[in-house]
C-alpha cells in the first residue's frame, strides 16, 4: 500500500507540473466577414483573406483588424514570400496578385482556372498555384504572368492549398476528398495522408515537422505526424462556435489555418470567426543525462495517439510501459530502434480508458524514465 500511495502521490505532482490542456478561444467574431485563408509572416503579420467580401485584413493578435485592400472579389489563397511579398489569388476572375509591404496591390497573371492555395518558391520569379477548376498545379511567372503545367491527374482532385513542408517537400491538399498529396520537383504525385473526413477540407500548414488540416466538414482540426498517422486534435465535431478545451470546442467552418514563427499558437478562421489554438505542442517534460534525452510526449492530454519522440544516444533495445493511477501496468511492448539518434513511437491509447496515466521507458539494464499524460475521449 505504502509504494502504490508513493506512485499515486508522484503521478500527481507530476500532471500538476508538465500537464498543459489544448485550448481554443475566439480571437475575433465579426457576422458581416467570412474569413477563408490565413497567413503568418515571420515579421508577425498575419493577413487573412475575405472571400464573400473580397477583402484582404490585415489582424493583430488583440483582436484588432485593418481592411488593406477591397474590391477584389473572392480573395482565396495566398502566401507569404522570404522577401515580404503577399500573393492571393482572385478564385472566379482567375488572377494572381501581389500585394507589397509599401500597400501596392499589382495583377501579376490573369487567365488561371479557379485560382487558390499559392506558394512562393525558392525561386524568386515563380509561384505555384492550385487551380481547383481542372484539379491541377501550375507555375505562375511574377515577372512575366505566364503559366506552365506542373502537376494534375493522380489523385489531385480540386486542389485549394499548397504549402512546404519539412524544408523543401511540396504538400497539395484536396478540397474535394480529404487527401494530401506530395508533388515533387518534377511534377510527379504520391500520396501523403488521407483525413478520416467525408466532405470538404480546408487549408493546411506545417508546424515542427508536423501537418496541421481543418477539415470544413468534419468540423474538426488534425494532426499529421511524421510517419503520415493522422489523429483529430481539436473539434467535437459538431457544428458550433463553443470555446474552451481542444475536445469540447466546436467549429462552424474550419477553413485557413496558420502558425505562429514559433509553432506554439495556432490561428484558424472559421466563417465569421478566427479561432486561437494555444498550447497544442509537443510538450516537453524533462531532460536527462541518461542514453535517452529530450523525451517528449504529446499531445497532452491526449484521445487515441500518444506520440512520443527521444534522442537515443546509442542504439538500445527498450520497453514502454502504461501505468494507471493504481500502479497496475495496463500495456506494454518491446521497441527496437534501429540506431542512435531521433527516436519516434506512436502508442494507440483506444483500449484505455479516460483518467490519468504514467509512461515508462526501460533500456535493458532497467534504467528508466517516465512522464505523465491524460486520457480523453
Known sequence: MKSKLALIVLLNWTLA??????????????????????HWHEDGRIFSADYNNGRLYQISMDGSLETLLSGIANTAGGGFAPDGQFYYSALVSGDIYQYSPDGTNTLI???????????????????????????????????TGSITPFAIGNGINGPDAIIYHEGDRIL???FNNHKIHEVNENGNVSEFASIPS????????????????????????????????????AGSGQAG??????????????????ANPAGDTILITDGNKVRIMTNF?????????????????????VADWLYVRFELKAADSLMYRIINKNGRIVSQSLFQPMGAGQQEMELSLKNLAIGAYHLQILNKSGQKRSTAFIKME
Request: charged residues 10%.
Open 17 to 38: 507540473h508538465f500537464i498543459v490542456a489544448q485550448e481554443i478561444s475566439t480571437l475575433i467574431f465579426d457576422t458581416s466577414k467570412n474569413f477563408e485563408s490565413i
Open 109 to 143: 497573371a490573369a487567365g488561371l482556372n479557379q485560382p487558390t492555395g499559392i506558394l512562393p518558391t525558392t525561386s524568386p520569379d515563380t509561384l505555384l498555384v492550385c487551380q481547383y477548376g481542372n484539379s491541377s498545379v501550375v507555375k505562375v511567372s511574377i515577372s
Open 172 to 174: 497539395v491538399a484536396n
Open 198 to 233: 467525408a466532405g470538404y477540407m480546408g487549408y493546411i500548414t506545417s508546424i515542427n515537422g508536423e501537418v496541421f488540416v481543418p477539415s470544413l466538414s468534419g468540423k474538426k482540426i488534425y494532426r499529421v505526424g511524421t510517419n503520415g498517422n493522422v489523429v483529430s486534435i
Open 241 to 258: 462556435s463553443n470555446d474552451g478545451s481542444a475536445a469540447a470546442a466546436s467549429f462552424s467552418a474550419p477553413n485557413g489555418i496558420t
Open 281 to 301: 505542442s509537443t510538450v516537453t517534460n524533462m531532460k536527462t543525462q541518461w542514453h535517452i534525452s529530450d523525451l517528449q510526449i504529446g499531445p497532452n492530454p
